[in-house]
């Protein structure tokens, strides 16, 4: 038994919490959990017996007029698979009475259930009102103590809303007309196992295929209740399934506990190790973390935790370090500032670009950390030009065939590139008119409007002179490595500016001009280099780390694929044919129900 051996391991993973619990539930109603205690009680009597008893027991409350003669429920075709030893296949509501009627006296106390106190939630006992039995008795469904119901209108149905009544005022209730409601008639069926049948995932996914009524108000019928083919077990296996649901539930809870403990504490150590990597001794706090990759980053948001970090620590120039110490006499970034100001100055001569407004002087209070030797505060502006993109003509629309002059729009802008899974085009006279506000290979783009804001990304060579959309601008730099860039504009530093910058009136929009005014660390040109490099190299082992997450999510998955199928091909599939056989019949009339 797979789910059994691996029942731990399965655990590990709390999304696979709903569908463990259902297959639990339906290996327990066949009999699969309860082998052991069948070999320890051979001498049981058989369910056929108790069969016999409950025909016995409802042919004695029709003759004392306390029930209503039912209809004769369809036969059950002859079944190919073997039950365990001493059960039978029966239906439902042979077992017992499907939707009774109370009757007591008026003015005794009773318990009242609204649908919002009917829990899915497995063993919950719900809530009631206390009122008078005058006052519930006409227009609710009616029960009491020890039934069994479940929610028969969508979508409380498919999300299993099931009780077992207890503890109700004088023993009996009312509650929402959405209920099914089953009653024992002898004390030899144990409601908890009947509520684990309700709580199955075949009765579910059965029950969702017959619902009839229109969208929204679609409800189970009472005829596939009635009709519903089980296994039937002896009273004492009865229990013993029941107790073993408990137990494996509660097992499952605190396994479950355990595991929100456990990424908790992963959580905890990955917050306290990247803290330390941003203010301590970054090589020797980067070796230590090493030695614990595989233990703590298991969860794709740590190593996210992790890329943000590093990109933290690019900036403050902590990844090169040792780098800088064996190349002490590279030309500091002050003289590549007055670089980059005399080729814009000689750009503006020449007419290749528009003067631009001076950008204010950075202030103390603005820097946020001491930066390495040979580094500079600078603006976003002083190393680039920001040019908007452009907005297509009145009446003029974008087309799908490949006209070969592409409008990159911001859904196109993906992963820190230009996705062509989907591209639009401009025509040619449309692209006559907004040709100078293109993108080159060179350039970053960058989203400035919308829920997207911030997102940046390079342009891969075969968007070279492509239009770009109005939502977003062009980054044209200035003898500052392209991937150093990009590395500075996606980190904390520079994104929490561009928060901070952003328009939040109406659609979020963000200003070239205050995109300009965006601080952000220069190194020397050499050490940019290195810092791509090292980022790089980081980065390939985040890829490994969320790449060996993504093979241990997909060794799970498939583990509980394989629980699935052993559960619910073979057996599941007859008690799913006999059931549809059932419900078929009394459709058509050959039943007496």
């Given at each position: 038994m797979q789910l059994l051996d691996h029942f731990k391991?399965?655990?590990?993973?709390?999304?696979?919490?709903?569908?463990?619990?259902?297959?639990?539930?339906?290996?327990?109603?066949?009999?699969?959990?309860?082998?052991?205690?069948?070999?320890?009680?051979?001498?049981?009597?058989?369910?056929?017996?108790?069969?016999?008893?409950?025909?016995?027991?409802?042919?004695?409350?029709?003759?004392?007029?306390?029930?209503?003669?039912?209809k004769s429920l369809s036969e059950i075709d002859k079944i190919s698979i073997e039950l365990p030893e001493n059960w039978c296949f029966t239906r439902l509501g042979a077992m017992g009475l499907i939707n009774p009627r109370n009757t007591i006296d008026d003015e005794l106390e009773i318990?009242?259930?609204?649908?919002?106190?009917?829990?899915?939630?497995?063993?919950?006992?719900?809530?009631?009102?206390?009122?008078?039995?005058?006052?519930?008795?006409?227009?609710?469904?009616?029960?009491?103590?020890?039934?069994?119901?479940?929610?028969?209108?969508?979508p409380c149905f498919e999300n299993s809303k099931a009780c077992v009544f207890k503890g109700l005022p004088n023993g009996f209730g009312a509650g929402t007309t959405e209920l099914h409601v089953f009653r024992k008639v002898i004390d030899e069926i144990d409601p908890e196992f009947v509520y684990c049948i309700v709580k199955s995932?075949?009765?579910?996914?059965?029950?969702?295929?017959?619902?009839?009524?229109?969208?929204?108000?679609?409800?189970?019928?009472?005829?596939?209740?009635?009709?519903?083919?089980?296994?039937?077990?002896?009273?004492?296996?009865?229990?013993?399934?029941?107790?073993?649901?408990n137990q494996l539930f509660k097992e499952m809870e605190a396994l479950e506990e355990q595991t929100?403990?456990?990424?908790?504490?992963?959580?905890?150590?990955?917050?306290?190790?990247?803290?330390?990597?941003?203010?301590?001794d970054t090589v020797k706090e980067?070796?230590?973390?090493?030695?614990?990759?595989?233990?703590?980053?298991?969860?794709?948001?740590?190593?996210?935790?992790?890329?943000?970090?590093?990109?933290?620590?690019?900036?403050?120039?902590?990844?090169?370090?040792?780098?800088?110490?064996?190349?002490?006499?590279?030309?500091?970034?002050?003289l590549l500032l007055e670089k980059i100001k005399a080729e814009k100055a000689q750009l503006i001569k020449d007419k290749k670009i528009k003067k631009e407004k001076p950008l204010p002087e950075i202030t103390a209070e603005e820097i946020p950390?001491?930066?390495?030797?040979?580094?500079?505060?600078?603006?976003?502006?002083?190393?680039?030009?920001?040019?908007?993109g452009k907005r297509l003509p009145k009446g003029e629309s974008l087309t799908t065939e490949n006209t070969g002059r592409v409008y990159i729009r911001v859904t196109d802008m993906k992963n820190g590139t230009i996705d062509d899974?989907?591209?639009?085009?401009?025509?040619?006279?449309?692209?006559?008119?907004?040709?100078?506000?293109?993108?080159?290979?060179?350039?970053?783009?960058?989203?400035?409007?919308?829920?997207?804001?911030?997102?940046?990304?390079?342009?891969?060579?075969?968007?070279?002179?492509?239009s770009l959309t109005e939502n977003a601008a062009r980054i044209i730099r200035y003898q500052i490595a392209k991937e150093f860039l990009y590395?500075?504009?996606?980190?904390?530093?520079?994104?929490?500016q561009f928060f901070d910058k952003t328009n939040q009136v109406g659609v979020p929009k963000l200003a070239l001009h205050r995109v300009a005014k965006t601080l952000m660390p220069l190194p020397p040109l050499e050490e940019q280099k290195a810092i791509v490099a090292k980022v790089n190299a980081l980065m390939g082992l985040c890829d490994g780390l969320e790449k060996a997450i993504e093979d241990s999510t997909t060794q799970v998955e498939q583990l509980m694929q394989s629980c699935l199928k052993e559960v619910f091909e073979g057996d599941t599939k007859e008690y799913e044919l006999a059931d549809t056989v059932g419900l078929s019949m009394a459709a058509e009339g050959k039943s007496d129900y």
């Open positions: 391991e399965l655990t590990l993973h709390p999304k696979n919490a709903q569908e463990l619990k259902g297959l639990i539930l339906q290996l327990a109603i066949q009999g699969k959990l309860t082998k052991k205690w069948r070999e320890l009680n051979p001498n049981v009597e058989s369910a056929s017996v108790l069969l016999e008893k409950i025909k016995e027991k409802k042919a004695q409350l029709v003759k004392e007029k306390k029930i209503k003669k039912e318990g009242f259930v609204p649908m919002r106190d009917i829990s899915q939630t497995f063993s919950e006992i719900p809530k009631f009102e206390t009122r008078e039995w005058v006052s519930v008795k006409k227009s609710f469904t009616h029960f009491r103590e020890n039934d069994v119901a479940f929610a028969k209108i969508t995932p075949l009765f579910l996914k059965n029950g969702e295929d017959k619902m009839t009524g229109s969208a929204g108000q679609k409800r189970v019928p009472k005829e596939y209740f009635s009709n519903y083919v089980i296994g039937l077990p002896p009273y004492e296996e009865q229990k013993a399934i029941v107790a073993t649901v929100v403990a456990r990424v908790q504490l992963k959580e905890d150590f990955v917050t306290s190790a990247l803290q330390q990597l941003s203010t301590g980067w070796s230590f973390m090493q030695e614990h990759f595989k233990t703590f980053f298991t969860e794709k948001t740590a190593v996210k935790k992790l890329r943000e970090t590093i990109l933290q620590l690019a900036v403050q120039g902590k990844l090169t370090k040792h780098w800088r110490s064996e190349n002490p006499d590279v030309e500091p970034a002050s950390y001491e930066l390495p030797e040979g580094w500079s505060w600078c603006r976003l502006g002083d190393v680039t030009t920001i040019k908007g899974s989907r591209l639009h085009y401009v025509t040619e006279d449309v692209f006559k008119i907004i040709s100078q506000y293109i993108i080159e290979k060179e350039d970053l783009y960058l989203t400035i409007v919308g829920a997207t804001i911030g997102k940046l990304g390079l342009v891969p060579e075969r968007f070279h002179g492509m590395h500075t504009m996606i980190s904390d530093l520079v994104q929490n």
